[in-house]
């Protein structure tokens, strides 16, 4: 055998080594190709959901933004449209699911046309709503400028019904006729009252007046205030105060009196509790807001 000979085999075994390998290569730039060209499909099919989304989702924040604005500016003029924007949020929320789930685009399309037609039928209402009150406006204009002319008319009238019935008010009012003041000591175990005028012998301060009968005052229970002012101007109280004029100002001593429709006489004690000094004690008397009455006394 020649070297010829014994070398044509070889070459043969090459040749088919070689064209394995070429199938193979071939078969791996086909699986290459396939498995590159699915990426891609699978990139651009992705890219395209997400820009899908995008899309959706701007649909649904606009219409959510001009729903919001609409509300803001009209929902509380009718119960039904509060009622409108109940649904209209429920449905919101069904769509943002959808969209969030990757749901199918034509799903959330549909539904979006939905509630576009909702909100755009909650527009016109407002629309008619507001047809409506100018139309009220218009009439009630109208309806003023009547009663206005009327009120004119009448105004006269008013003015002296309210300028008596302030004198009246002011009118209805018990005074504090007669009001005394001075330092007491009691003596006989304090079944005897002794009228004293130096600080130091002071162990109460008495306060008598009498109310006069008033028609325009109606009978019942009263609470008469009295506000014991000393030298220094500081008044006596123990903290305790009430309303005067709009203002809580305190007090030193109150009682309750029962008015009959009758004049009555009313006695206080103010029952010492710090040091009374020497000097010009200025008394006030209170009753319904209103002072009724004054005096003063010195006490040497």
Same mark, same amino acid.
């Given at each position: =055998?020649?070297? $010829?000979? &014994?070398k044509a085999p070889k070459t043969l075994t090459y040749k088919i080594?070689? %064209?394995v #390998? !070429?199938?193979i290569i071939v078969a791996l730039l086909v699986l290459y190709v396939t498995a590159r060209t699915k990426v891609n499909t699978f $990139? @651009? #099919?992705k890219e395209k959901s997400i820009t899908e989304r995008q899309v959706l989702q701007k649909q649904l924040d606009s219409l959510l933004t001009e729903h919001e604005k609409m509300r803001k500016e009209y929902g509380n003029m009718t119960k039904d449209l509060g009622a409108k924007d109940s649904t209209i949020q429920a449905q919101a929320n069904e769509i943002q699911k959808l969209i969030e789930s990757n749901a199918g685009k034509n799903q $959330?399309?549909?539904k979006l046309d939905y509630l576009r037609g909702i909100t755009q039928d909650y527009v016109s209402q407002i629309d008619k709503l507001l047809k409506e009150n100018d139309n009220l406006k218009t009439e009630v204009k109208g309806m003023e400028e009547n009663i206005k002319t009327e009120q004119d008319k009448s105004s006269s009238l008013a003015k002296d019904k309210d !300028?008596? +019935?302030e004198q009246i008010n002011n009118a209805a009012v018990l005074q504090a006729y007669g009001i005394v003041a001075t330092g007491i000591r009691l003596k006989q175990g %304090? +079944? +005897?009252e002794e009228v004293v005028e130096k600080a130091n012998r002071v162990e109460k301060i008495k306060i008598s007046f009498t109310m006069v009968k008033n028609p325009l005052v109606e009978a019942g229970l009263k609470t008469v205030y009295v506000r014991i002012a000393r030298p220094d101007n500081a008044i006596i109280n123990d903290g305790a105060s009430f309303d005067y004029e709009g203002k809580q100002i305190m007090y030193s001593l109150k009682q309750d009196v029962y008015y009959k429709g009758s004049s009555i006489s009313v006695t206080l004690y103010y029952e010492k509790t710090d040091r009374i000094v020497a000097g010009t004690y200025n $008394? &006030? @008397?209170? =009753?319904d807001g209103k002072d009724i009455g004054q005096t003063q006394f010195t006490l040497k």
């Open positions: =055998m020649t070297d $010829i000979d &014994a080594i070689i %064209g #390998e !070429a199938l $990139i @651009v #099919e $959330i399309q549909r !300028a008596l +019935k %304090g +079944k +005897k $008394i &006030a @008397v209170f =009753m």
